[in-house]
């Protein structure tokens, strides 16, 4: 049994709690926060369970092995700090730190103390998106041209961070891990219509070496609730459309060609118009498949699919993007990690 401790017991980490729980072979030692009547009511719902209000007791106990933060996104780089510092390993939910240096010194910090760390990239353990990678790399779907991504919603509307730094992480997430390649550059406009300077509404645009593309929209003032990720390809095109309650990943054998003997426009450019197919996923929860994964990465000091490095690779695209913002949409680089 591994001894972990959940820090932040909000509307996510409640989740992460009940999960860690759950899980055969995690012994949830400890829920922490700082709001007593949270803690109360996990306290009756998670028997068995320690509650407390210091991080430092966490800190302090021996027996614990891992902590999973689940906090406001300004406090990830402090607490993952003080916990690595502990010889604890860790999980942070996303955004993983709230700028470059931030991210690089808990990378090194870990790998100078065989720590595990690993970011909450949950939607890199959807099994619709586990299929998609599997099927781009297959080039089932050809050459990628483009992704865009909608993640919008009329809800809890954040005074610490914009929509950007909330909403996109799970879509850079997914666009990074899809294609397998970093960006060259992001270009990044938005508004902010209910608070003074955090944008409400943000539309990103990704380059990756003048080849493929990838756009995303994010919002919490919007009247729909809308996540979904469109994939355009060379030989078919796909949608995963996670609001959908089965029918959540669609592949259409579509596709537009340049022919090489024609007489006409209408043979030059060759449309092609095919089934739809939906694919059988089983689809276990993505939040189980994540713990179950840094369970086993705890046990067995292996390297986490949602690494540091990913953590680090999504930062460098959203500090980008935030600077893109503040200049009205101007594209701005992105440094390769090496």
Known sequence: MIPIAVVGVGGWGKNLAR????????????????????????????????????????LEDPALRAVVIATTAVSHYALCKAALLA??????????????????????????DARILMVGHLLEYHPAIIRLKEMIEARELGDIYYIYNQRVNLGTIR??????????????????????????????????????GIEDVVFLTLNFNGQSMAHVHVSWLDPHKIRRVTIVGSKKMAVFDDGESTEKLKIYDKSASQGSEYDTFAQYVTIRFGDITIPYLKMDEPLRIECLHFLECVR????????????????????AAQRSLQKNGTPVAIDSLG
């Open 19 to 58: 999960n860690y729980h759950q899980i055969p072979g995690a012994s949830l030692r400890y829920i922490c926060d700082l709001d007593q009547k949270k803690l109360e009511q996990m306290g009756l719902q998670l028997p068995g369970t320690k509650t407390t209000r210091r991080f430092e007791d966490l």
């Open 159 to 196: 005074g610490d961070e914009n929509a950007l730094w909330n909403f996109a992480p799970h879509d850079i997430s997914i666009i990074l891990y899809l294609l397998g390649k970093e960006p060259t550059d992001v270009a990044a406009r938005g508004q902010s219509y209910v608070q003074k």
């Open 300 to 319: 067995e000091r292996k390297q986490p699919l949602s690494d540091g490095y990913d953590g680090l690779r999504v930062v460098k695209v959203l500090d």
């Open 87 to 112: 010889g604890k390993d860790v999980y942070v939910e996303k955004p993983f730190v709230m700028n470059v240096a931030q991210a690089e010194e808990l990378i090194a910090i870990a790998r100078r």
